[in-house]
């Protein structure tokens, strides 16, 4: 795989220096970016351009708007145990203008089960120094501080955004007070063994310029009524997806023009292809056509305080098959607060007496509540579990909950998307032991980097982890977070071994998101670096890179006995070719499968058991509906009609062609293969070979210019004013009605101008592209493109009576029967005249010109 440029913003050479720190007061630590970029910009804010080779991925989701607020936020992160390191890393990745980690504590052993860029050489270190230097090689662009000094109104007010971790309490009720009033935008967060908590608190005022980020919605009119309330039909072709409470614009309305270019309109829906809109009555009567439009409008919300909201809390549902486990979590945790205030730790791992007096103060808790927070009875076993594994710290459950904190430390300096309102818990009680009465006895944790483990699972697992022998698909984003985790929780770091595998090299888009990469590591083998990464984290983990294709073709690396000696696999693909393929695998050889994928802001999971799960292939997505070639050739009304267009029209003119002339020259059995395609596709075939090799074959650069003319003139005037001659603008259906209506909207030719920066770049990407295919020599100067086109002769077409336009596919494939006798005509000709063929192209052409590069493009422009 090529990799991309290193960065339009900067250059990083072989000699770039390691990322150092020094002191800049006596309580923070920063960062000396001593490769800064040659412009000086490797800083976020107002003044700083977006570095796209880096953001690629995320401005697809974020867009440049809210990826320029974001960049003008500072973020302060408390605690760099499991959870704060694992919010810093997310958040530094995603690109604000800086990120202050702030810590008081030093590194214990129990840290070392999370915390993955703590070391065993940093125990009794602060926390928040040692992780500065290796935070801050994640992203040039975002200066790193650490600040071990007190969090007092005077620091706080530095930041937008600030997110508490590891905290007390009394403390996130001081700074939750304070953050509130100053209007700076809270986040706590906190994970207590198998169970996570997070809190928002955006102010009382915040802005959501794009509440769910997906694309604006359109849709078809068929019929408007004049009525108070305006009723809105759309075409009955599919649904228009709108909600109540959207609002929408209109445009291409004939008659009740008083909508078009209107200000967006809230619509109530009352149905999939209807909804009302306006007090209609007084305007024009409705006549056909139009468009809806869907309109991304700003919405306000409003935020409690922390205290108001432990009072009467808000909660958002993770699983609804807990429906009251939120409402026992909120005291719960309070509980787990009073416990630490009370005895200055927390309870002990399985110990009785802790469990049982953590339930005394969960009862005292729910007592003292006198809004909706009180619930109406404690669930005491859930309670004493909740004890039982406090002292626990994962890297799996700090990940998830990281993960989701970082997502609203964007929601809050971007302001797209909606936030969570405002309390959220959750938990994976689901990972004990399901056997009733089976506990863990605190004396099985003991001194050693899993201690945050052993306190949940035991030593029993801890040792069956370190045996375990797993196969790691794919080594990019979901990859790079699967084996931070494997080497956290000691996944083979005994006799058991990891092996991940990997063809890509690492590009420079890769590193706003795998995080185990750095821009030194540019062109190198992604599933070596990330194990070297990761055997840093923990030097125990046994681990081994490869860089091959899972596939049929690699069967004999990864055999039977390969797949037998394995204890799991996990998928970390990017396609479902490859996902399907290792699912038969796993199913073959009887192994558990981790299957996992992301799109954007979505993602899903699904662990595949043998005998106790369905399989990945057992359910399969739906074909996508496929869009009637008529359609696209004739009838285009929506983008993705013109995307697939266009992207038909660049393979008809520069893959198959060039593809299928290369393969009558060199393959003996082309035309017997050939003969035998159904219908007219001989006859297409063998047009399409002759005319790259005779007719349409150039001999210079101006020849490549005039063919990317005509076609221009051929696509975009001539073919839609034949078009417009069978069917007029104002043509009747046999019932009367508007053939141009519906769906089918009336299009107009295009005048070629060399004025037109658009006609100008077609013509130029497309003469480039044809040159190519020949192996002619190519040119980007548009002046001396202008002047050729300027002795270019475009014939003049008058359209022609007795041309068949279809209107249907069932029009199409009713005419292509009656082909299928004329094309064994015209096979006998060609397979008469393949020889007549190739001795006139040996004669006039030198085989070099058919060396094309199917996908060359040197323009920015699609055509």
């Known amino acids: 795989m090529s990799s991309s440029p290193l960065s339009k913003k900067r250059r990083l050479s072989g000699t770039e220096t390691k990322t150092g720190s020094h002191c800049s007061s006596s309580n923070s630590v920063r960062t000396d970016l001593s490769h800064t970029p040659a412009n000086g910009m490797a800083k976020n804010g107002n003044d700083a351009e977006i570095d796209e080779g880096l953001y690629s991925r995320q401005l697809y989701v974020l867009g440049h708007d809210a990826m320029k607020r974001m960049q003008n936020s500072n973020v302060l992160i408390s605690g760099m145990r499991g959870l704060g390191v694992e919010i810093a890393k997310n958040v530094i990745l995603g690109g604000v203008r800086s990120v202050t980690v702030h810590d008081q504590g030093v590194a214990e052993w129990r840290d070392l089960s999370s915390q993955f860029y703590l070391r065993e050489e940093d125990l009794g270190k602060n926390r928040a120094e040692v992780s500065q230097p290796r935070l801050a090689e994640l992203n040039n662009y975002v200066p790193v501080t650490a600040y071990t000094g007190a969090l007092n109104e005077d620091y706080l007010t530095k930041f937008q955004v600030v997110v508490l971790t590891n905290s007390t309490l009394d403390e996130q009720q001081q700074v939750g007070e304070l953050c509130h009033g100053k209007g ?362 490869h860089q091959n294709r899972v596939g049929p073709d690699t069967e004999r690396i990864y055999d039977d006995d390969f797949f037998e000696s394995l204890d799991g696999v996990a998928n970390a693909l990017d396609n479902v070719d490859a996902r399907m393929y290792m699912d038969r695998r796993c199913v073959y050889y009887r192994k558990p499968l981790l299957e996992s994928g992301t799109l954007g802001t979505k993602g899903n999971v699904q662990v595949v058991i043998p005998f106790l799960t369905e399989s990945y292939s057992s359910s399969q997505d739906p074909p996508e509906k496929s869009i009637p070639i008529c359609t696209l050739k004739n009838f285009p009304n929506a983008i993705e009609h013109t995307l697939q267009w266009a992207r038909d029209e660049f393979e008809g003119l520069f893959k198959q062609p060039p593809e299928n002339a290369m393969q009558y020259l060199t393959d003996p059995k082309f035309m017997e293969r050939t003969l035998k395609l159904p219908g007219a596709q001989p006859m297409e075939v063998l047009e399409a070979v002759y005319k790259s090799l005779i007719t349409d074959c150039p001999h210079s650069w101006a020849d490549c210019v005039a063919w990317a ?116 005509q015209y096979t006998r000709w060609a397979t008469h005249s393949a020889v007549c063929l190739s001795r006139a192209f040996y004669i006039n052409f030198s085989s070099q010109y058919f060396c094309f590069l199917s996908y060359a493009c040197i323009h920015p422009h699609p055509i």
């Open 184 to 545: 700076i935008k809270l986040i706590i967060a906190d994970t207590r063994g198998l169970f996570g908590q997070l809190f928002c608190d955006f102010g009382e005022e915040m802005i959501v310029y794009d509440t769910n980020g997906e694309q604006p919605l359109s849709a078809m009119i068929s019929m408007i009524t004049k009525d108070k309330q305006g009723v809105v039909t759309c075409l009955d072709e599919a649904r228009h997806g709108f909600e109540s409470g959207d609002y929408v614009t209109f445009t291409e309305i004939q008659g009740m023009t008083e909508l078009n270019g209107c200000q967006p309109v809230e619509i109530k829906v009352l149905g999939p292809y209807t909804f009302s809109i306006c007090d209609t009555a007084g305007f024009t009567d409705y006549v056909r056509g139009g468009i809806v439009s869907q309109v991304k409008m700003p919405k306000k919300i409003s935020f409690k305080s922390l205290s108001s909201s432990m009072a009467e809390p808000e909660f958002l549902m993770t699983d609804f098959a807990k429906f009251d486990r939120p409402g026992q979590l909120h005291v719960g945790f309070q509980a787990i607060h009073a416990f630490q205030k009370k005895h200055n730790n927390l309870p002990a791992p399985w110990c009785q007496t802790d469990g049982d007096e953590l339930l005394t103060l969960a009862k005292e808790v729910n007592s003292a509540q006198t809004g909706s927070a009180k619930v109406e009875q404690l669930d005491e076993a859930l309670m004493k579990k909740l004890s039982y594994v406090a002292a626990g710290d994962l890297a799996p459950v700090n990940a998830f909950i990281g993960g989701l904190a970082a997502q609203e430390v964007m929601k809050a300096c971007t302001g797209k998307f909606m936030p969570i309102m405002q309390w959220l818990y959750f938990d994976a009680l689901e990972c004990l032991a399901e056997e009733e009465g089976v506990t863990l006895t605190k004396e099985e944790c003991r001194n050693c980097r899993y201690d945050g483990q052993i306190a949940v699972f035991g030593t029993k697992l801890q040792d069956m982890l370190a045996k375990q022998r797993y196969f790691l698909v794919g080594a990019g984003a979901i990859g790079c977070e699967l084996l931070k985790n494997f080497a956290m929780i000691g996944l083979a770091s005994g006799e058991g071994e990891v092996i991940v595998t990997d063809m890509d090299t690492i590009e420079k888009s890769n590193l706003n998101r795998q995080f185990l990469f750095r821009p030194s590591d540019v062109t190198k083998m992604k599933s070596d670096t990330a194990a070297a990464a990761v055997k840093q984290m923990n030097p125990s983990i046994r681990i081994t890179g």
């Open 709 to 824: 003319r005509n076609h221009w003139q051929c696509q975009y005037s001539n073919n839609i004013r034949q078009l417009l001659h069978n069917f007029p603008p104002d043509q009747l259906t046999s019932s009367g009605a508007p053939f141009w209506s519906g769906p089918k909207r009336c299009p107009h030719p295009l005048e070629f101008s060399t004025s037109n920066e658009l006609h100008m770049d077609y013509i130029m990407a497309a003469a480039n592209l044809f040159a190519q295919t020949y192996s002619l020599p190519c040119s980007t100067d548009r002046a001396a493109v202008v002047k050729i086109l300027q002795e270019v002769k475009v014939p003049v077409f008058t359209p022609r009576s007795g041309v068949k336009i279809h209107v249907s596919d069932q029009e199409l494939q009713n005419s292509n029967s009656s082909v299928e006798l004329i094309c064994f």
